[in-house]
């Protein structure tokens, strides 16, 4: 009981926090624009997350006419349950499911939202949101093999799946002073696997009006929307955990926190869209190789250092 009530609670303050996530992101957006955002609804526009939370789930729900129905609704609503689901590797300083193998599960449940996004895609039956669903397939699965060979780096490390050991490990010095170049590579590869700009072609709005989402409405896209704002706040999570020191129980690691999505919010206010090539080339050809030789660069260092204690 303990458990479930623990994980409900800190999936309400996860929802608050994409609320006012979207909120600092209008706000940002606009001051970058050199406008106000939002500032009218209740004190300096705080409540405007819900008021368009309200908005969005009570209009009416259209269903394309020759879209695979089950699929096409079921769809965000498995989006939504993955990027919550996320963020039940999330240790706690309480009783919570703080598993050993954390970083696995972070990698399958992550993995498997490329597949939401597929069928939300194919079963619109529509031309523009297939073609958004197929770049954001190609997309996600290129980076995530990067992803995952900077990942294993940090790994070596620590030689752990735990999340909570690299609070550890990073007590005297964070990661990335340690790892700087892999630290930006990381940074990169999360915008791609977010699908956020300047790596947004899932939702090329000059190209293909909206994307993958483009016949979703009211309910589905707000839970789209969600799922995307989930998934920022939790890679910016794992970004601060990875290499800016980890300490869940300090204030300054949600400070890190907000100053990461904001970085987030950021590229998006200052960076044109790639070139889908060139977002190719980049990881397949720039971080790939870069990572490989990395990974047995920190392999022979944790093998070195294992021999020498022996």
């Given at each position: 009981?303990?458990?479930?009530?623990?994980?409900?609670?800190?999936?309400?303050?996860?929802?608050?926090?994409?609320?006012?996530?979207?909120?600092?992101?209008?706000?940002?957006?606009?001051?970058?624009?050199?406008?106000?955002?939002?500032?009218?609804?209740?004190?300096?526009?705080?409540?405007?997350?819900?008021?368009?939370?309200?908005?969005?789930?009570?209009?009416?729900?259209?269903?394309?006419?020759?879209?695979?129905?089950?699929?096409?609704?079921?769809?965000?609503?498995?989006?939504?349950?993955?990027?919550?689901?996320?963020?039940?590797?999330?240790?706690?300083?309480?009783?919570?499911?703080?598993?050993?193998?954390?970083?696995?599960?972070?990698?399958?449940?992550?993995?498997?939202?490329?597949?939401?996004?597929?069928?939300?895609?194919?079963?619109?039956?529509?031309?523009?949101?297939?073609?958004?669903?197929?770049?954001?397939?190609?997309?996600?699965?290129?980076?995530?093999?990067?992803?995952?060979?900077?990942?294993?780096?940090?790994?070596?490390?620590?030689?752990?799946?735990?999340?909570?050991?690299?609070?550890?490990?990073?007590?005297?010095?964070?990661?990335?002073?340690?790892?700087?170049?892999?630290?930006?590579?990381?940074l990169v590869s999360s915008l791609a696997e977010t699908n956020r700009t300047p790596f947004d072609f899932a939702e090329g709005e000059s190209e293909l009006v909206s994307g993958f989402n483009v016949e979703y409405s009211s309910g589905g896209f707000a839970m789209i929307f969600l799922a995307e704002y989930g998934n920022i706040l939790f890679m910016s999570m794992m970004c601060c955990f990875l290499f800016l020191g980890s300490n869940l129980f300090s204030f300054m690691f949600f400070i890190k926190l907000t100053f990461?999505?904001?970085?987030?919010?950021?590229?998006?206010?200052?960076?044109?869209?790639?070139?889908?090539?060139?977002?190719?080339?980049?990881?397949?050809?720039?971080?790939?190789?870069?990572?490989?030789?990395?990974?047995?660069?920190?392999?022979?260092?944790?093998?070195?250092?294992?021999?020498?204690?022996?």
């Amino acid at each position: 009981m303990l458990i479930i009530f623990s994980s409900v609670i800190m999936l309400i303050c996860v929802l608050v926090g994409i609320a006012y996530l979207t909120l600092l992101e209008r706000k940002v957006l606009g001051y970058i624009q050199i406008r106000k955002g939002p500032n009218k609804v209740g004190f300096l526009g705080l409540v405007q997350p819900f008021s368009d939370a309200i908005k969005l789930f009570s209009k009416e729900q259209t269903f394309p006419l020759m879209s695979n129905f089950n699929l096409y609704y079921l769809s965000p609503v498995m989006n939504l349950f993955l990027a919550l689901l996320l963020w039940m590797c999330i240790p706690f300083f309480t009783i919570n499911l703080n598993f050993s193998l954390s970083f696995l599960f972070f990698l399958s449940i992550s993995s498997l939202s490329v597949y939401t996004i597929m069928l939300a895609g194919w079963s619109s039956n529509s031309n523009y949101s297939l073609l958004g669903s197929l770049r954001s397939v190609a997309q996600t699965i290129s980076y995530e093999v990067s992803l995952i060979l900077i990942l294993m780096s940090f790994l070596f490390l620590i030689l752990s799946l735990n999340i909570i050991d690299l609070m550890v490990y990073q007590e005297y010095i964070w990661f990335f002073f340690m790892l700087f170049p892999l630290c930006l590579m990381w940074l990169v590869s999360s915008l791609a696997e977010t699908n956020r700009t300047p790596f947004d072609f899932a939702e090329g709005e000059s190209e293909l009006v909206s994307g993958f989402n483009v016949e979703y409405s009211s309910g589905g896209f707000a839970m789209i929307f969600l799922a995307e704002y989930g998934n920022i706040l939790f890679m910016s999570m794992m970004c601060c955990f990875l290499f800016l020191g980890s300490n869940l129980f300090s204030f300054m690691f949600f400070i890190k926190l907000t100053f990461v999505s904001f970085f987030w919010i950021w590229v998006r206010g200052t960076l044109p869209r790639f070139r889908y090539d060139k977002l190719m080339y980049l990881a397949w050809k720039s971080y790939l190789p870069v990572a490989l030789n990395y990974l047995l660069f920190f392999y022979s260092l944790k093998l070195s250092i294992f021999i020498l204690f022996i």
